[in-house]
């Protein structure tokens, strides 16, 4: 475990621990991107992006790159949400200029192939040496954090073998064939409990569970597949690694976000673009931290629309525990030179 003196010290994890802060913390989602030239010079050096998430120097240079540029208060792990799947048997391969395309699973003969949840970890180790690596590397006040996906959001990717807008063919298998799609959230969960804990073990001092397509789960299915897979994921590393910070991001999850920090035992809440601010700060904060939320859009465009929605939020959430970031990943046309204004209109 960490040392507590100098852990507090960190302005991430006072703001995790409740504290209200003038100047929030701020990092942004996807901050080691294709938006910066140095991380595309690096990634042609590994070759491809999954090259890259596999070779330990290569990914804690990238992950080091825009600590060193702008100094944020977070650096976060790089990998990728669906090196479990990898990890547990699935082929994996990247699309250029379309993204990720997986095996699928449409019936019980689809989970066959798939490992049991210890079998991970040979696939995962150079993970775990990138976080040893940064954790030595960072300097001393940025927070390392460490994620996996949410078990709903990578299970979409594995049954319908790619992105989709709806996640239909997931809703159609969960509708269908409930106990293969109830087994391979289960098998999710509990790989996921091992990955995370071994990337605390490793030196993560933080846990972020992106669960990117919570908000396509409604009702009782939204209460089932995502609140509880992220409660027993955060109770069981908490058991494991007492007073470990978790980060839940259950994006686009509306009114759903009313208690679900509570619920699932998480010190952070990460709020999508959706959600106001200032509904957030009477509806979200008594709960404890929320994280987020300005628009990717405005680090394409910057300027004056840049510097007022920014400062909206700031403001809005300054009674209460924040960590300023993005509503979601800053994205390959966004302007290097707008990370520097958001953060001279943050911390002046
Ligand atoms: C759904 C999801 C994925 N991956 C992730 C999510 C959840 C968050 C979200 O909703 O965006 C999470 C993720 N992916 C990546 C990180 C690294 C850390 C960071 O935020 O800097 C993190 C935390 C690197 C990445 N993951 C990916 C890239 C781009 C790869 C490249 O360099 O070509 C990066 C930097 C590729 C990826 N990975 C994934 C997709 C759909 C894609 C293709 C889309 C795209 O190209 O942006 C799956």
Redesign the pocket.
């Known amino acids: 475990m960490f040392d507590a003196p100098q852990t507090a010290r960190k302005k991430l994890l006072r703001s995790l621990a409740g504290e209200a802060m003038d100047v929030p913390p701020v990092w942004?989602?996807?901050?080691?991107?294709?938006y910066l030239p140095e991380?595309?010079a690096t990634?042609a050096q590994a070759g491809?992006?999954l090259s890259?998430?596999y070779n330990p120097e290569l990914a804690a240079e990238?992950?080091l790159q825009?600590i060193r540029r702008y100094g944020f208060d977070a650096a976060?792990?790089?990998?990728?949400?669906?090196l479990i799947p990898q990890a547990l048997g699935a082929d994996l391969w990247?699309e250029?200029g379309?993204?990720?395309r997986l095996s699928t699973i449409t019936g019980p003969e689809g989970l066959k192939p798939l490992k049991g949840k210890d079998d991970i970890h040979e696939h995962l180790a150079p993970v775990y040496e990138t976080v040893r690596i940064l954790s030595r590397e960072l300097p001393q006040e940025t927070t390392l954090i460490g994620?996996a996906?949410a078990p709903w959001?990578v299970a979409t990717?594995m049954i319908a073998g790619r992105?989709t807008p709806d996640q239909a063919p997931a809703h159609a298998l969960r509708e269908g064939d409930k106990a293969t799609f109830e087994a391979l959230i289960d098998l999710l969960t509990e790989a996921t409990i091992e990955y995370l804990d071994m990337q605390v073990q490793a030196g993560a001092e933080v846990v972020?569970i992106?669960d990117?397509?919570a908000g396509s789960l409604k009702g009782e299915a939204f209460d089932r597949y995502a609140l509880e897979p992220a409660k027993r994921i955060t109770a069981e590393l908490k058991r494991r690694h007492k007073d470990l910070p978790v980060i839940a991001?259950p994006?686009e999850a509306g009114e759903k976000y009313v208690g679900f920090a509570k619920a699932v035992g998480a010190d952070g809440l990460a709020i999508d673009t959706k959600i106001d601010p200032v509904w957030a700060a009477e509806n979200l904060q008594p709960d404890g931290c929320v994280q987020g939320n300005l628009d990717p859009k405005h680090m394409v465009t910057g300027g004056e629309a840049l510097v007022a929605e920014t400062r909206r939020i700031v403001d809005a959430l300054k009674g209460g525990p924040h960590i300023f970031n993005l509503g979601?990943?800053i994205?390959?046309d966004a302007d290097p030179e707008n990370v520097h204004l958001l953060l001279e209109t943050i911390r002046g």
């Open positions: 942004l989602m996807r901050q080691a991107g294709r991380y595309r990634r491809d992006f890259l998430c990238v992950t825009p976060i792990l790089f990998a990728d949400i669906l990247f250029t379309e993204g990720p994620f996906g959001t990717y992105g972020k992106f990117s397509w991001f994006r979601h990943g994205t390959p």
